[in-house]
Every structure is written in C-alpha cells, then in structure tokens.
C-alpha cells in the first residue's frame, strides 16, 4: 500500500495541536467478501474507554479514527488524549491493515499546557475486518514533548498498546422484547462516531457509557469530544445520564475563554443489543468579563450497539 495520509491531535483541557503525515502498509487487496462493508465502532474498555471507528469500503477502501486517552509524566498525567485519523487507505489479504509511522510537529504558542513545544512520536495502527459486522486490532501512539529553545525534554506520553474491537451495528439492535444484557456493547451513532458501554451486576448497571461527538465551538473544531457516564442504574431495561463540565481554551487572536458544557444520555435494552440518544449544548463565554460570545449543539443524536 502506497503512503496513506493521517492526522494526529492533542487535547490537554481544551487545547489542540495538529500534524498531517504519512504512513504505509502492504499490498492493496481485491473486493472484499459480502457483508464486510459499513462503518464500524467501538474501541476498548481499559482504565479509560478508548473509542475507535471505521468505514469500510467494498472494495476494501478504509478510513479509521481513534479518540485515546493517553498518560503522560512528568507532566499532564492523565488529562491529555490523542486523535488519529486515517484516510485513503486500503484493506490487505484477509482484511488486514498495518501501519507506523513518526511524526514531529511545533505546537503553536497559544495552545495552553503544551504551547510552544515540539511533539515528536511514532502511531502504530493495525485493523482487521472478519465476518459477523466485526472488527478489531491495535493501536498506540507514543510522543515525546520537547522545549524547542532549549531542547530539554519536558513529558513523555505513551497510550500503551490498545487492542481494540468494534461492531457494526444494525438497525435492529436494542429493538423488540426488553432483556437485560450484562457484557460490552460496541456501535456507533448516526453521525459515524464511536459508542462503547461496559454493563455489570447481570444487566443492572451501566458501569460507564461513552460516545465522541464533534460540534463548533472554538475547543472542539476539527476535534472530537469523548463523553462518559459513570455508574448508572438500569431500571426495566432502561437508563438515563447527565453531566456537566467546562473547558478552558485561547483562542488565535489571544482572546481566554470558558466553554460550559451540558449533556443527556439515554438509552434502552432490546431483544439484542441497546438503542438511545445523546445530545450535548456549549455556551461559550469570555473569560476577563464573563460576556457570551458564542454556543454549539449536537442536535439529537442516535446510537446503536451491539455486544
């Protein structure tokens, strides 16, 4: 396979950073087998969710992207996630695509946390695509951020390596008869984003549910945003989920501002696999007078899983 072009962003609480870069893989392959086309999400359920989704061509065309969590030290820690996305690439004998690649980028000086550095690393990425609406691999994304004046290195980040598995989910899922289903469900929302959910205490608690969404406002443009519910009781097949949070973020002309946002999850258990919607609303304010200089809204989303 011939160089296939991605992008990279870092996210630390509300600032982004971006890189386009190649990357490249074995030998293009044939039309794939019946069935295997569609888009597909999901991701992992580790000590955070891990989201990633794909489409796939029936010609074995692929796109991918990743929303990761990733741990940085000394610094940043947790709070820094890394999105990769892959674009016109093609799926190999068997289904199968694999690639690394480096990458080194100057993030620009405005970004708060990470301003000024320059990001160096190296994304691995591998899928396969099997019978059944499924698909699985691994990914990792590895990045040192270094003090471009002095050259001294300032955190290293490493999401680990990730194996991850997705679904496609059909329009049946979480349709019919009511059951509850403890397990990981995978799937996607009507906007080609990434679902997952972990259910415990035999189909009584969604211990976490999570989705990314992308909206317009000034921290998230070009960017997805991963929300999560935590610990959500399931009452006759049925569940429901709120939160809040702010996000800081300078904008390019250096104007400071807070991004309040507010969100609702919802959902039900089916004869197989669960069905919901999602929907999140940003006010976006200047931070030096509290003024309002802007909003952005997902609209209703729908989501479908499956485990």
């Known amino acids: 396979m011939r160089g296939v072009p991605l992008a990279r962003r870092s996210c630390l609480t509300a600032a982004m950073a971006a890189v386009a870069f190649a990357s490249s893989g074995g030998a293009a392959s044939a039309d794939l ?37 990733t741990i940085c030290t000394p610094r940043f820690g947790d709070r820094l996630t890394e999105s990769v996305s892959l674009r016109n690439a093609r799926l190999g004998d068997g289904g199968r695509y694999s690639a690394t690649t480096s990458f080194s980028h100057e993030v620009e000086p405005g970004v708060p946390g990470i301003g000024g550095l320059r990001a160096d690393g190296t994304i691995a990425f591998s899928a396969r695509v099997v019978a059944g609406g499924r698909a699985r691999g691994e990914v990792r994304v590895r990045t040192t951020y270094v003090d471009s ?7 290293r980040c490493d999401t680990g390596r990730i194996a991850w598995s997705a679904r496609r989910a059909p329009r049946t899922a979480g349709a019919g008869t009511a059951a509850l289903q403890p397990g990981t469900h995978r799937g996607s929302t009507d906007r080609d984003e990434p679902f997952l959910m972990r259910v415990t205490r035999r189909g009584k608690l969604v211990r976490r549910a999570g989705l990314t969404a992308r909206v317009d406002c000034p921290s998230a443009v070009g960017l997805p945003l991963d929300v999560v519910a935590h610990r959500v009781r399931v009452r006759r097949a049925r569940f429901a989920a709120a939160g809040r949070f702010r996000r800081p973020f300078t904008q390019s002309d250096g104007t400071e501002v807070v991004e309040s946002y507010s969100w609702e999850l919802r959902g039900r258990f089916g004869q197989t696999g669960a069905r919901g919607t999602f929907e999140l609303r940003g006010v976006v304010r200047r931070r030096s007078d509290g003024e309002r ?6 609209g209703t989303l729908a989501w479908r899983a499956l485990r």
């Open 33 to 69: 087998p019946p069935g295997r086309s569609g888009f597909y999400g999901g991701g992992a359920v580790r000590d955070y969710l891990q989201f990633v989704s794909l489409r796939v061509q029936p010609r074995g065309g692929l796109t991918a992207h990743t929303t990761l969590v």
């Open 293 to 298: 200089v802007g909003s952005c809204d997902t």
């Open 149 to 155: 004046a002095t050259g001294a290195e300032v955190s």
